[in-house]
């Protein structure tokens, strides 16, 4: 099956980062979010970014615009009705995904394949709420969307091979790597990330070592682009907290149980860059 126009489903970090690499790859998009407020803000954000490669040199003014002509946005569900593929980046509730799906499956022809960009959440869950079991998988992009090249697609047991091949055909046509996963608490990065996070903060909490070390350690002995305090401000501390609870909640293992202290930072509002506050300040 070929896939010409994509559907996204929200316009936040993710949605937007996702939305910016289809219109760059060619495809014909249609973005949504729950407001123009939020639709703007979004939108907003991809025009900047592309401004940026222009100003940098990594892409002509017409190249610009022209991927923004395949730019649409919409506060209206039945403007996917002739999307190929639907990639849904709202909240990351189960109900609210699953309403999102129920809707779109009455909506959208047989052929169509919706994707969630879920970082946590059960896939086969989610196709529950649909027809279309078959024709449903995760594709989990990565923050910052243009930058990462990852992308896991993860296939629920009930998800084809021809649903994961077209998938996997998309995400490489995004200049991304598609590793596949099954549908698994964690997927793959986060199972392996989430462990890595818990440790730093219960050795920061010991006292084992500063938090600046414990980046520098990680940054220059592992070579890893961030130390897990910085990268757990840049994802956001709600969404660790989140990832960890769903993993340690399916799993039951003290590995994935979020630390106290990550809760009461959720708690005082302390989200990382966002917030301006997490492990560290922002100005
Ligand atoms: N959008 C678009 N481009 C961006 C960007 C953004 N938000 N942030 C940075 N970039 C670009 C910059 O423009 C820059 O490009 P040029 O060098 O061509 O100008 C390039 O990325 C490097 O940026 P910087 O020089 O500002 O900074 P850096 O070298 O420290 O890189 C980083 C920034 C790419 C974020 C890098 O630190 C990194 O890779 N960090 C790790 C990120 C990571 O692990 N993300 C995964 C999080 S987990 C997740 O998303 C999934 C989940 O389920 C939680």
Request: aromatic content about 6%; proline content about 4%; charged content about 25%.
């Amino acid at each position: 099956m070929e896939i010409k126009k994509v559907g996204i489903a929200g316009c936040g970090l993710m949605g937007s980062g996702i939305a910016q690499v289809c219109i760059q790859a060619g495809y014909q998009v249609v973005v949504s979010e729950i407001n123009d407020e939020l639709l703007n803000k979004g939108i907003d954000s991809i025009k900047a970014n592309l401004d940026r490669n222009v100003q940098k040199g990594r892409m002509k003014e017409e190249d610009e615009k022209a991927a923004l002509g395949r730019l649409k946005g919409t506060t209206e569900i039945r403007d996917f009705a002739d999307c190929d593929l639907i990639i849904e980046a709202v909240i990351e509730l189960m109900e609210e995904k699953k309403k999102l799906l129920s809707a779109l499956d009455k909506i959208c022809p047989e052929s169509t394949i919706f994707a969630s960009n879920t970082s946590s959440l059960s896939i086969i869950e989610m196709a529950s709420a649909t027809n279309r079991p078959d024709r449903v998988l995760g594709l989990h992009f990565f923050n910052p969307v243009p930058v990462m090249r990852l992308i896991e697609l993860v296939h629920s047991l009930a998800t084809s091979d021809e649903t994961v091949n077209t998938a996997a055909e998309f995400g490489r046509s995004l200049g991304k790597e598609v590793v596949i996963v099954k549908d698994s608490p964690g997927f793959l990065v986060n199972l392996l990330l989430t462990p890595l996070m818990h440790e730093a903060m219960k050795a920061l909490e010991s006292g084992l070592a500063t938090m600046e070390d414990i980046d520098t350690a990680v940054r220059l002995g592992l070579n890893h682009p961030m130390g897990p305090f910085t990268l757990a401000d840049l994802i956001g501390l709600d969404t660790v907290y989140r990832i960890s609870s769903a993993i340690y909640e399916e799993t039951k293992e003290s590995r994935f149980a979020p630390p106290p202290r990550l809760k009461q930072m959720v708690l005082a509002g302390w989200l990382g860059r966002k917030t301006g506050k997490g492990f560290y300040e922002y100005k």
